[in-house]
């Protein structure tokens, strides 16, 4: 069975940082490409960055030179490194797999930037 | 607003056909295979469509997909109250080397 299990998220204020992880579990993580996708409540999906199997990453506009995406294919983990957070990006963050669409995706973890 | 437009509302009785369409333009859906997305309520959202009109295993034959140039539509048939969520298309950009999805359609069955 596919498992994604996001984690790390949680509140934070302003220019603070937190970093998200995500275990895989279930498909051969090391060749799949993989993403961040994010949702404010209520609101609809946002890609936020991806990474290849060859470790090529794109990011949204929004979160260039704040967020950086990597993955440990040994560990079957992903992770996002978030800088500079702001209001603005207070949303459940998604882990997914991809090979056809975004294929596999994580249950979420919560992140709020407030003071 | 949303690279790609989704209309925010669509709504049918059961075992009626509906159609969610999906517009964008050349860098996107005029480039590169759309996929679609079902998010049921409180949940995360899961592939329905990838590649304009593939279905992953599991998924009813109920849904469908097309294109056409720069528009997707995203077709279910035999409408069931199971089917009330909102869908979302997706796709690459190249002008702004990144993935967009629509804005998201919120299916209701009446």
């Known amino acids: 069975e596919v498992q994604l299990v996001e984690s790390g998220g949680g509140l934070v204020q302003p220019g603070g940082s937190l970093r998200l992880s995500c275990a895989a579990s279930?498909?051969?993580?090391?060749?799949?490409?993989m993403h961040w996708v994010r949702q404010d409540t209520g609101k609809g999906l946002e890609w936020v960055s991806s990474?290849?199997?060859?470790?090529?990453?794109y990011y949204a506009g929004s979160v260039k030179g704040r967020f950086t995406i990597s993955r440990d294919n040994a560990k079957n983990s992903l992770y996002l490194q978030m800088n500079s957070l702001r209001a603005g990006d207070t949303a459940l963050y998604y882990c997914i797999g991809a090979r056809h669409g975004f294929d596999f995706w994580g249950q979420g973890t919560m992140v709020t930037v407030s003071s | 607003q949303s690279v790609l437009t989704q209309p925010p509302s669509a709504s049918g009785t059961p075992g009626q056909r509906v159609t969610i369409s999906c517009s964008g333009s050349?860098?996107?859906?005029?480039?590169?295979?759309v996929h679609w997305y079902q998010q049921l309520p409180g949940t995360a959202p899961k592939l329905l469509i990838y590649s304009n009109n593939q279905r992953p295993s599991g998924v009813p034959d109920r849904f469908s997909g097309s294109k056409s140039g720069t528009s997707v539509s995203l077709a279910i048939s035999g409408l069931r109250s199971e089917d009330e969520a909102d869908y979302y298309c997706a796709v690459w950009d190249d002008s702004l080397r990144g993935h967009v999805f629509g804005g998201g359609t919120k299916l209701t069955v009446l």
């Open positions: 990474i290849g199997t060859a470790d090529d990453t």
């Open positions: 279930g498909f051969t993580f090391s060749t799949y490409d």
């Open positions: 050349s860098p996107n859906v005029g480039s590169h295979s």
